[in-house]
Each structure stands twice: as C-alpha cells, then as structure tokens.
C-alpha cells in the first residue's frame, strides 16, 4: 500500500478490508447502509463512508484520502486590510 502523500488505490483499499474479513458490499450492510453506499467513498469524497472503511481498515481515513483531508483542511490566509490596522 501507498504510505506517502498520494492516495491508496482503489484496490489497496479493498485488499485492507478483505484482508479484515470484509467486503465492501458487507461492510455497508453491516453498518445499516444499502450494499453499494460505500462504493462512493472510492470513488469520491463521503467523509461518512470514509470514516467507516478506515475504522474497520485500522487507519486513520487521513492516511487513506491524503488529498482529500488536504483540501477539506486547508484555511487561506487572507491579508491583513489596511482597515483592520487602524
């Protein structure tokens, strides 16, 4: 599996939960989710889904979706205006 900044593939993902005993169809069941609700976290951001495959994987879902975390987390800085100094 991918351990630098990009993100796992879609396979590594699936590989980590079947090497957990599950699948991704099971796992949504098993959380009370229709068969292929999860399937949209592969596919793109759903922070609810993520966070459930990475709980069940053992990772943080950071370490999983770098790109991801990275952009829900980034804050611009924006410039000091020349109203806010005086």
């Not at 098993?30 to 069940?56: C, H």
């Not at 370490?63 to 829900?72: D, G, L, N, V």
Request: net charge positive; hydrophobic share 35%.
């Amino acid at each position: 599996m991918q351990k630098n900044s990009a993100d796992w593939h879609r396979a590594d993902i699936v590989a980590a939960l079947k090497k957990k005993g599950w699948s991704i169809a099971a796992l949504s069941r098993e959380v009370g989710l229709s068969s292929n609700t999860l399937k949209t976290a592969l596919q793109m951001p759903y922070l609810k889904g993520e966070k459930i495959i990475a709980k069940v994987i053992g990772v943080p879902p950071e370490q999983i979706w770098p790109s991801r975390y990275a952009r829900r987390n980034y804050r611009p800085i924006l410039p000091e205006s020349s109203e806010s100094s005086r």
